[in-house]
């Protein structure tokens, strides 16, 4: 996703994103979920932006 954004044509800028992502842990709460993808967004950006990280 993070690729084909930067790729589009269609986009009259270049244009990034950046993407924080987490899998649900076994009894894990909706919030709890939340925040960890949350929190990888957040050093996805702050490790130079246009970045997945999991968390």
């Known amino acids: 996703m993070r690729a084909a954004v930067a790729q589009a044509s269609w986009l009259s800028q270049p244009t990034t994103i950046s993407i ?9 709460t909706a919030c709890s979920l939340y925040a960890r ?8 950006k702050k490790s130079g932006r246009n970045r997945v990280v999991a968390g």
């Open 37 to 44: 993808a949350d929190a990888a967004l957040y050093a996805a």
């Open 20 to 28: 924080g992502a987490a899998s649900l842990r076994t009894a894990e």
